[in-house]
């Protein structure tokens, strides 16, 4: 593997929140100025092929992998085809963050178990959570929190309308269903 292939296999698995040029560094072995080299590289070669999607887009001195912006159309045609009802995974995630809010998605996937950015993606794309803060620290992750259209969506006033996960778990032997939002997104209109 190269230094280029490991650096977009970074930049991939990172999403959303993206990667600092120190992150980029450790993780590759590579002092900052590579580091800045190649990015670049990886970046003109998304500008010159035609066929690549792909876009390297860099903000507040961290690096995010996105696609092109004349793809922009495209990718908003297929949001409005796919279905507006939420996966299971992206429900699970959605009651974690509403009861664990500010969280950030690496604690979430440490709850769940599994990878949640896409999960994280569709609910926020869907207003139904947003960026709270981030975290002093390294990376500086992005905290993540349920929104006032999440709130009307669901008929509560606070989040202290939440059913009392307390109450749940103490019933969850008289067969209680386990997806607190799924019955709801699945009756309510459909978003």
Not at 34 to 59: F, G, N, V
Not at 133 to 147: C, E, F, N, S
Not at 159 to 171: C, G, S
Request: cysteine-free; proline content about 3%; overall charge negative.
């Amino acid at each position: 593997m190269t230094k280029l292939s490991e650096l977009e296999a970074i930049l991939f698995i990172v999403g959303e929140e993206g990667i600092s040029l120190e992150e980029i560094s450790y993780l590759l072995m590579i002092d900052k100025k590579e580091s800045m080299a190649r990015l670049a590289e990886l970046k003109e070669k998304y500008e010159k092929d035609p066929d690549s999607a792909l876009h390297i887009l860099e903000t507040d001195e961290r690096a995010v992998l996105t696609t092109k912006k004349e793809l922009a159309s495209l990718l908003k045609r297929y949001a409005q085809g796919t279905s507006n009802t939420l996966s299971q995974a992206a429900i699970e995630t959605l009651a974690i963050i509403a009861y664990k809010q500010p969280i950030t998605r690496i604690e979430i996937e440490q709850i769940r178990g599994v990878q949640a950015s896409s999960a994280v993606q569709r609910l926020s794309a869907h207003h139904l959570i947003e960026e709270k803060g981030r975290v002093d620290g390294p990376g500086r992750p992005i905290l993540y929190g349920t929104t006032s259209y999440f709130l009307d969506y669901f008929g509560l006033n606070s989040l202290k309308d939440l059913p009392d996960i307390q109450a749940m778990e103490n019933t969850l032997n008289e067969e209680v269903p386990l997806d607190l939002f799924f019955d709801e997104m699945n009756e309510g209109e459909q978003l």
